[in-house]
T-cell receptor, first 113, second 113 residues
Framework: QQKVQQSPESLSVPEGGMASLNCTSS?????YFWWYRQHSGEGPKALM?????GDKKEGRFTAHLNKASLHVSLHIRDSQPSDSALYFC?????????????FGQGTSLSVVP | GPKVLQIPSHQIIDMGQMVTLNCDPV?????FYWYKQILGQQMEFLVN????????KSKLFKDQFSVERPDGSYFTLKIQPTALEDSAVYFC???????????FGPGTRLLVL
């Protein structure tokens, strides 16, 4: 069973639209969450981290964390064609000081001009 | 942002041979990681490394795998001998401290024939 599940598997939004990506964890040990973006042929790049309940906004990106339901979301407003990529949710636990990230299977976002 | 470099970008090798993957982490980072990504699947943690020691490793980190960072130079992943199932993209990452954001390199695409 996957410990970090992402939905949807793929998403297509028009340029200028809002993209919403979801991530649910099945492990209550996870305390720290990240969103990574990976363009084809490149390594994943960290978009933002979220450790506390509520919203965190950075530019066009807003992450939301609900620890009670183990749900994390990422919302991208005013989506651009350059946002087309694979998005990964990643989680780590508080029990270890040496963080190992557990990744979801990814959401493929396509922003259509 | 912080850059992690990986050498080589691609490697083709015959099954049973030895391969060394090299990583140049962010200069002031103290924690180092290797992840494995098989095409179409999610990224999976292999090992993390701090202060010259392996701190944690996953079941994917077989006995044929080893890591080291001699004298603060490259952080290396050695596979000896290689097997067909080792074909994957290997990503190196580094972070300043254990629960900090991990920065990933562009990956080494390893093909074992």
């Amino acid at each position: 069973q996957q410990k970090v599940q992402q939905s949807p598997e793929s998403l297509s939004v028009p340029e200028g639209g809002m993209a919403s990506l979801n991530c649910t964890s099945s492990d209550r040990n996870f305390q720290y969450f990240w969103w990574y973006r990976q363009h084809s042929g490149e390594g994943p790049k960290a978009l933002m981290s979220i450790f506390s309940d509520g919203d965190k906004k950075e530019g066009r990106f807003t992450a939301h964390l609900n620890k009670a339901s183990l749900h994390v979301s990422l919302h991208i407003r005013d989506s651009q064609p350059s946002d087309s990529a694979l998005y990964f949710c990643a989680a780590s636990g508080a029990s270890s000081s040496f963080s190992k990230l557990v990744f979801g299977q990814g959401t493929s976002l396509s922003v259509v001009p | 942002g912080p850059k992690v470099l990986q050498i080589p970008s691609h490697q083709i090798i015959d099954m049973g041979q030895m391969v060394t993957l090299n990583c140049d982490p962010v200069s002031n980072h103290l924690y180092f990681y290797w992840y494995k990504q098989i095409l179409g699947q999610q990224m999976e943690f292999l090992v993390n490394f701090y202060n010259g020691k392996v701190m944690e490793k996953s079941k994917l980190f077989k006995d044929q795998f080893s890591v080291e960072r001699p004298d603060g130079s490259y952080f290396t992943l050695k596979i000896q001998p290689t097997a067909l199932e080792d074909s994957a993209v290997y990503f190196c990452a580094s972070s300043l401290w254990g629960q900090d954001t991990q920065y990933f390199g562009p990956g080494t695409r390893l093909l074992v024939l």
